[in-house]
Nanobody, 127 residues
Framework: QLQLVESGGGSVQPGGSLRLSCAGS????????VGWFRQAPGKEREGVAI????????IYSDSAKGRFTIVPDKTKKTVDLQMNALQPEDSAVYYC????????????????????WGQGTQVTVSS
């Protein structure tokens, strides 16, 4: 069973930056689609960014566009999420996820496509 671990969460002031990192028990940069999702208290889990690790095409939520960047790092075997200009509404538990090794469809910002999930890392943005 593939295991994922997120790191890099923490507390930051509005306008600050954080870089989240996702590592797996196998090299997740070899999985077709890797994504970052988040869930705030009382809200549903939402997609933030996903990347096709083969052609490097990525999809971002409207709230993440222009501020967040998803980056596979084949040297570290991680998929990172660089988050800039953070706002209080970005506060949530952030999860990384990946598709199965047999997944052969397009990469979408849809949680149900992803079968392996990490435990999450808390991001808190407040002054």
């Amino acid at each position: 069973q593939l295991q994922l671990v997120e790191s890099g969460g923490g507390s930051v002031q509005p306008g600050g930056s954080l870089r989240l990192s996702c590592a797996g028990s196998v090299d997740i940069t070899g999985r077709l689609c890797v994504g970052w999702f988040r869930q705030a208290p009382g809200k549903e889990r939402e997609g933030v960014a996903i990347i096709n690790t083969r052609d490097l095409n990525s999809i971002y939520s409207d709230s993440a566009k222009g501020r967040f960047t998803i980056v596979p790092d084949k040297t570290k075997k991680t998929v990172d999420l660089q988050m800039n200009a953070l706002q209080p509404e970005d506060s949530a538990v952030y999860y990384c996820a990946t598709v199965s090794q047999w997944y052969g469809s397009i990469c979408r910002l849809l949680a149900s496509d992803y079968y392996a999930w990490g435990q999450g890392t808390q991001v808190t943005v407040s002054s």
